[in-house]
Protein backbone atom coordinates (compact mmCIF):
# COMPACT_ATOMS: atom_id res chain seq x y z
CA UNK A 1 0.00 0.00 0.00
CA UNK A 2 1.30 3.22 -0.87
CA UNK A 3 2.12 5.79 2.16
CA UNK A 4 3.78 9.31 2.24
CA UNK A 5 5.68 10.58 5.52
CA UNK A 6 6.31 13.97 6.19
CA UNK A 7 8.92 14.13 9.16
CA UNK A 8 8.90 17.19 10.26
CA UNK A 9 5.34 18.39 12.25
CA UNK A 10 6.30 22.48 12.52
CA UNK A 11 8.95 24.33 10.89
CA UNK A 12 9.47 27.78 11.68
CA UNK A 13 11.48 29.91 9.57
CA UNK A 14 12.54 34.15 9.36
CA UNK A 15 10.77 35.98 6.67
CA UNK A 16 13.33 35.65 3.55
CA UNK A 17 15.18 32.87 4.71
CA UNK A 18 15.28 29.71 2.29
CA UNK A 19 12.65 26.49 2.87
CA UNK A 20 12.85 23.02 2.80
CA UNK A 21 10.20 20.64 3.48
CA UNK A 22 10.64 16.70 3.36
CA UNK A 23 8.29 14.60 1.89
CA UNK A 24 9.42 10.46 1.96
CA UNK A 25 7.10 7.82 -0.30
CA UNK A 26 6.74 4.14 -0.31
CA UNK A 27 4.65 2.94 -3.50
CA UNK A 28 5.76 0.04 -5.54
CA UNK A 29 5.61 1.58 -9.04
CA UNK A 30 6.38 4.83 -10.41
CA UNK A 31 4.85 7.50 -8.54
CA UNK A 32 2.64 10.35 -9.55
CA UNK A 33 4.05 12.92 -6.50
CA UNK A 34 2.05 16.38 -5.13
CA UNK A 35 2.23 18.89 -2.91
CA UNK A 36 -0.54 20.87 -1.60
CA UNK A 37 -0.72 23.88 0.48
CA UNK A 38 -4.04 24.65 3.42
CA UNK A 39 -4.66 27.60 4.83
CA UNK A 40 -6.52 27.24 8.38
CA UNK A 41 -9.90 26.63 7.36
CA UNK A 42 -9.56 26.60 3.62
CA UNK A 43 -9.61 23.49 1.05
CA UNK A 44 -5.98 22.77 -0.62
CA UNK A 45 -4.38 24.14 -3.38
CA UNK A 46 -2.11 22.20 -5.66
CA UNK A 47 1.32 23.85 -5.33
CA UNK A 48 3.22 21.39 -8.15
CA UNK A 49 2.94 17.75 -9.53
CA UNK A 50 5.42 15.40 -10.72
CA UNK A 51 4.60 12.45 -13.12
CA UNK A 52 7.29 11.59 -15.17
CA UNK A 53 10.29 13.24 -17.18
CA UNK A 54 12.63 16.28 -15.38
CA UNK A 55 12.80 15.44 -11.76
CA UNK A 56 13.05 18.67 -10.43
CA UNK A 57 9.59 20.81 -10.95
CA UNK A 58 8.27 24.29 -10.57
CA UNK A 59 5.28 25.06 -9.12
CA UNK A 60 2.99 28.42 -8.42
CA UNK A 61 4.53 30.66 -6.10
CA UNK A 62 7.75 30.42 -6.69
CA UNK A 63 8.07 26.76 -5.12
CA UNK A 64 10.11 23.55 -6.53
CA UNK A 65 10.48 20.04 -5.73
CA UNK A 66 12.74 17.56 -6.62
CA UNK A 67 12.11 13.78 -6.91
CA UNK A 68 14.52 11.41 -5.92
CA UNK A 69 14.00 7.93 -6.79
CA UNK A 70 16.91 6.16 -4.89
CA UNK A 71 16.03 8.32 -1.83
CA UNK A 72 12.39 8.09 -2.19
CA UNK A 73 12.02 11.49 -1.74
CA UNK A 74 9.85 14.80 -3.36
CA UNK A 75 11.25 17.41 -0.71
CA UNK A 76 9.82 20.79 -1.23
CA UNK A 77 12.04 24.18 -1.34
CA UNK A 78 11.94 28.01 -1.74
CA UNK A 79 14.67 29.84 -1.92
CA UNK A 80 13.10 33.06 -0.21
CA UNK A 81 9.90 32.54 1.75
CA UNK A 82 7.64 35.53 2.53
CA UNK A 83 5.37 35.91 5.59
CA UNK A 84 2.10 34.81 3.34
CA UNK A 85 3.54 31.45 2.85
CA UNK A 86 2.54 30.54 6.49
CA UNK A 87 0.17 27.44 5.81
CA UNK A 88 -0.10 23.52 6.24
CA UNK A 89 1.61 21.67 3.47
CA UNK A 90 0.88 17.99 2.06
CA UNK A 91 2.58 15.79 0.26
CA UNK A 92 0.56 13.32 -1.21
CA UNK A 93 0.75 10.45 -3.95
CA UNK A 94 -1.78 9.33 -6.16
CA UNK A 95 -1.38 5.73 -6.74
CA UNK A 96 -3.92 2.60 -6.47
CA UNK A 97 -7.72 3.53 -6.52
CA UNK A 98 -7.40 6.71 -8.06
CA UNK A 99 -6.87 7.99 -4.78
CA UNK A 100 -4.42 10.56 -2.89
CA UNK A 101 -2.46 9.37 -0.02
CA UNK A 102 -1.56 12.15 2.25
CA UNK A 103 1.54 13.31 4.62
CA UNK A 104 0.38 14.58 8.23
CA UNK A 105 1.22 18.09 7.19
CA UNK A 106 4.16 20.07 8.08
CA UNK A 107 2.88 23.48 9.39
CA UNK A 108 5.05 26.52 8.55
CA UNK A 109 5.77 29.05 10.31
CA UNK A 110 7.36 32.70 9.33
CA UNK A 111 8.82 34.89 11.78
CA UNK A 112 9.42 38.79 10.53
CA UNK B 1 -16.40 31.04 -9.93
CA UNK B 2 -15.86 27.77 -11.74
CA UNK B 3 -13.99 26.05 -8.78
CA UNK B 4 -15.25 23.22 -6.50
CA UNK B 5 -17.94 24.51 -4.65
CA UNK B 6 -18.97 22.83 -1.02
CA UNK B 7 -22.34 23.48 0.74
CA UNK B 8 -22.34 24.25 3.85
CA UNK B 9 -19.10 25.34 4.96
CA UNK B 10 -19.91 24.49 8.62
CA UNK B 11 -21.83 22.67 9.95
CA UNK B 12 -23.07 22.10 14.26
CA UNK B 13 -25.46 19.19 14.99
CA UNK B 14 -26.17 17.04 17.87
CA UNK B 15 -24.87 13.71 18.22
CA UNK B 16 -27.48 11.35 16.59
CA UNK B 17 -29.05 13.81 14.07
CA UNK B 18 -28.49 13.36 10.40
CA UNK B 19 -26.24 15.63 8.20
CA UNK B 20 -26.28 16.23 4.38
CA UNK B 21 -23.08 17.41 2.69
CA UNK B 22 -23.30 18.63 -1.22
CA UNK B 23 -20.30 18.98 -3.58
CA UNK B 24 -20.51 20.64 -6.86
CA UNK B 25 -17.49 19.74 -9.35
CA UNK B 26 -15.98 21.60 -11.42
CA UNK B 27 -18.06 21.45 -14.93
CA UNK B 28 -17.26 18.70 -17.11
CA UNK B 29 -15.08 17.05 -14.28
CA UNK B 30 -16.62 12.85 -14.31
CA UNK B 31 -14.52 11.85 -11.04
CA UNK B 32 -15.10 13.21 -7.50
CA UNK B 33 -13.99 12.49 -4.73
CA UNK B 34 -14.99 12.68 -0.93
CA UNK B 35 -11.88 12.91 1.73
CA UNK B 36 -12.24 13.07 5.54
CA UNK B 37 -9.48 15.53 7.16
CA UNK B 38 -9.11 15.44 11.50
CA UNK B 39 -7.38 17.84 13.45
CA UNK B 40 -3.63 17.45 12.89
CA UNK B 41 -3.86 14.97 9.83
CA UNK B 42 -4.13 15.27 6.36
CA UNK B 43 -6.61 14.10 4.08
CA UNK B 44 -8.16 10.32 3.91
CA UNK B 45 -9.57 9.04 1.04
CA UNK B 46 -13.37 8.27 2.03
CA UNK B 47 -14.98 7.30 -1.94
CA UNK B 48 -14.67 7.82 -5.19
CA UNK B 49 -17.06 8.29 -7.80
CA UNK B 50 -16.86 8.19 -11.94
CA UNK B 51 -19.50 9.59 -13.52
CA UNK B 52 -22.50 8.23 -11.21
CA UNK B 53 -20.93 5.15 -10.44
CA UNK B 54 -19.30 4.77 -6.58
CA UNK B 55 -16.22 3.06 -7.91
CA UNK B 56 -14.63 2.87 -4.42
CA UNK B 57 -14.97 3.32 -0.72
CA UNK B 58 -13.00 2.94 2.02
CA UNK B 59 -13.05 0.95 5.20
CA UNK B 60 -13.40 4.47 6.67
CA UNK B 61 -16.74 4.87 5.32
CA UNK B 62 -18.57 3.02 7.62
CA UNK B 63 -22.21 1.72 7.06
CA UNK B 64 -23.76 5.37 8.61
CA UNK B 65 -22.30 7.47 5.64
CA UNK B 66 -23.48 7.54 2.08
CA UNK B 67 -22.67 8.76 -0.85
CA UNK B 68 -24.01 9.61 -4.01
CA UNK B 69 -23.91 10.94 -7.55
CA UNK B 70 -27.36 10.62 -9.30
CA UNK B 71 -26.75 12.52 -12.53
CA UNK B 72 -23.14 12.65 -12.74
CA UNK B 73 -22.47 16.14 -11.58
CA UNK B 74 -23.45 16.90 -7.58
CA UNK B 75 -23.21 14.67 -5.23
CA UNK B 76 -24.17 14.78 -1.12
CA UNK B 77 -22.60 12.82 1.70
CA UNK B 78 -24.66 11.72 4.03
CA UNK B 79 -23.92 10.94 7.55
CA UNK B 80 -26.44 8.90 9.37
CA UNK B 81 -26.83 9.09 13.52
CA UNK B 82 -23.53 11.14 13.68
CA UNK B 83 -21.19 10.45 16.40
CA UNK B 84 -18.79 12.99 18.13
CA UNK B 85 -16.07 10.96 16.36
CA UNK B 86 -17.34 12.18 12.85
CA UNK B 87 -16.33 15.60 13.92
CA UNK B 88 -13.75 16.67 11.16
CA UNK B 89 -13.21 18.59 7.92
CA UNK B 90 -14.97 17.02 4.99
CA UNK B 91 -13.71 17.80 1.51
CA UNK B 92 -14.99 17.39 -1.93
CA UNK B 93 -11.93 17.53 -4.93
CA UNK B 94 -13.03 16.40 -8.46
CA UNK B 95 -10.67 15.61 -11.66
CA UNK B 96 -11.27 15.74 -15.64
CA UNK B 97 -11.20 12.70 -17.30
CA UNK B 98 -7.66 13.75 -19.21
CA UNK B 99 -6.12 15.08 -16.04
CA UNK B 100 -7.43 12.54 -13.65
CA UNK B 101 -4.21 12.13 -11.48
CA UNK B 102 -5.00 15.87 -10.88
CA UNK B 103 -7.46 16.90 -8.11
CA UNK B 104 -9.48 20.10 -7.74
CA UNK B 105 -10.35 20.51 -4.00
CA UNK B 106 -13.08 22.33 -2.94
CA UNK B 107 -12.99 24.36 0.34
CA UNK B 108 -14.66 21.54 2.54
CA UNK B 109 -17.63 21.37 5.24
CA UNK B 110 -17.05 21.73 8.70
CA UNK B 111 -18.75 19.66 10.57
CA UNK B 112 -19.16 19.75 14.48
CA UNK B 113 -20.98 17.42 16.66
CA UNK B 114 -21.78 18.29 19.91
Known amino acids: AQSVTQPDIHITVSEGASLELRCNYS??????LFWYVQSPGQGLQLLLK??????LVQGIKGFEAEFKRSQSSFNLRKPSVHWSDAAEYFC??????????FGTGTRLQVTL | DTGVSQDPRHKITKRGQNVTFRCDPISEHNRLYWYRQTLGQGPEFLTY????????KSRLLSDRFSAERPKGSFSTLEIQRTEQGDSAMYLCASASPQGANEQFFGPGTRLTVL
Open chain 2, 49 to 56: FQNEAQLE
Open chain 1, 92 to 101: AVWGTASKLT
Open chain 1, 50 to 55: YFSGDT
Open chain 1, 27 to 32: YGATPY
